[in-house]
């Protein structure tokens, strides 16, 4: 799996962000939001598809050698530097603009952003280099942006080294109107190398190293979560196999360190990706799209899943083992393991309740009374009505926020889903963000 826009779905629970930006600080669940937790190396997500625990082993170890360093390959300078031109190794180190700061792929957002390279070195052996020169990359689907990569077979050792610049503006569109959203200055700098893996089922392996580090604020402010460097191994493996490949990888997020995984394999002409967190979420994606169950949980709240066809939303579903699910009609709803999209269940409790509280016909009044009723509204009616035009209004930036470009492993979703709830109106709506 690639390492640019990885997991761009996956950090949708992280809204908590918002409250960053009211500078109260001292609430319990502030003060848990701000709390450092650290997972040991050792706890993965639970997951049952494939014995991986070679892998596991193999990323402990290299963890423990790569990362206090800030790099992933000691001896890197017995490789040759490779007299690429910056566009071809900006592509080989996966980092070119299209793939950094691509356009949207929403009507609902327009990408400001920008990205200015400070550095990027490729070293690989004299047969590597010339190699890098005409390699054709593949083509990776990805909800965000497509990757390009080198091909999964590669056999010569590469190591890229490299730093750049993402500002991160967008323009977000709810309501009918266009909001100004500034995510900040991120310098993100890189070490990767890719070598020969020593395991049988997996001949290959690529180490990420990544560093991201604010050198601006944007609308919200982050400056009470730590920002550590993120490791990352992907193992390849044979073309011969079902499975293409497998990711581990270890991310600190609103302070939160813990393991994630990732598998991408073939089911006929199609590609499918599936990551669980080690918060416990499962993100499923086919041919670059959102795709099966997305299971979401919630602390002291009961587990949200959501059902997904190929990148559409399905209101009324049925689940199919643990990660499959199937569309069904409103009328099957109630029945034996029929379930329904959180947000359509929110909508419909809200227009229930807004029948059931309509607002009352004006009637006379005495003069002396009519003063003291303006003072008084209809709380209820008022609550109501505010809630599910904040909804609307979020629901509608959520949208956007989905497919925000320009997203190095949904760092700028996470930023944008909290800059939604908090100026397009939202701290209120109890859509899961």
């Known amino acids: 799996m690639p390492s640019l826009n990885l997991f761009a779905g996956a950090v949708m629970l992280f809204a908590l962000t918002a409250c960053a930006s009211s500078g109260v600080h001292n609430s319990a669940i502030m003060q848990q939001l701000y709390a450092v937790e650290t997972d040991p190396i050792s706890q993965w997500p639970a997951q049952q598809q494939r014995d991986i625990s070679a892998l596991k082993q193999d990323f402990i170890t290299r963890y423990q050698r790569d990362y206090p360093q800030a790099e992933v390959y000691a001896a890197f300078l017995q490789l040759s530097e490779c007299p690429l031109d910056q566009a071809r190794a900006l592509q080989i180190a996966g980092i070119s603009p299209d793939m950094v700061n691509p356009p949207s792929k929403t009507e609902q957002l327009i990408n400001n952003s920008t990205v200015t390279y400070e550095r990027i070195r490729i070293r690989s052996t004299a047969e590597g280099c010339r190699s890098l020169e005409n390699t054709d990359l593949h083509i990776v689907p990805n909800m965000v942006a497509n990757i390009k990569r080198l091909p999964d077979d590669t056999d010569y050792p590469v190591y890229i080294d490299a730093a750049y610049l993402l500002d991160l503006k967008n323009q977000i569109k709810t309501n009918g ?7 900040g200055l991120k310098r993100i700098s890189l070490k990767r190398y890719r070598d020969a893996s020593g395991i049988p089922d997996f001949p290959y392996a690529e180490a990420l190293w990544q560093q991201t580090e604010t050198l ?20 390849f493996a044979p073309s011969s196999d079902r499975y293409m490949d497998v990711t581990l990888f270890r991310q600190t997020l609103l302070n939160k360190t813990g393991n994630n995984i990732t598998f991408r394999w073939k089911e006929g002409d199609d590609i499918l990706t599936r990551t ?15 795709h099966g169950i997305y299971s979401m949980p919630i602390a002291n709240q009961p587990e949200k899943i959501y059902c997904n066809d190929e990148g559409e939303h399905v209101d009324y579903f049925r689940r199919e083992g643990k990660y499959d699910c199937v569309a069904v009609s409103k009328s099957e709803y109630g029945q034996d393991g029929v379930l329904v999209n959180p947000n359509v269940a929110l909508r419909e409790q809200l227009a229930a309740l807004q029948s059931n509280h309509p607002e ?41 926020c989905e497919k925000i470009p320009g997203d190095p492993f949904g760092m700028a979703m996470k930023l944008c889903l909290s800059t939604a709830k908090k100026k397009f109106g939202g701290l209120d709506c109890p859509i899961d963000f």
């Open 276 to 290: 669980w967190t080690n918060k416990g979420t499962v993100l499923s994606q086919k041919n670059g799209k959102q």
């Open 360 to 400: 009352p016909e004006p009637e006379p009044a005495p003069a002396a009374t009519m003063a003291a009723s303006a003072d008084q509204p209809d709380t209820a009616t008022d609550l109501i009505t505010n809630t599910a035009t904040e909804c609307s209004k979020a629901y509608a930036a959520r949208k956007a």
């Open 177 to 183: 109107n266009w909001q100004e959203v500034d995510y």
């Open 216 to 235: 601006r604020q944007g609308d919200t402010d982050v400056s009470m979560f730590k920002e550590q460097p993120m490791y990352l191994v992907t193992y």
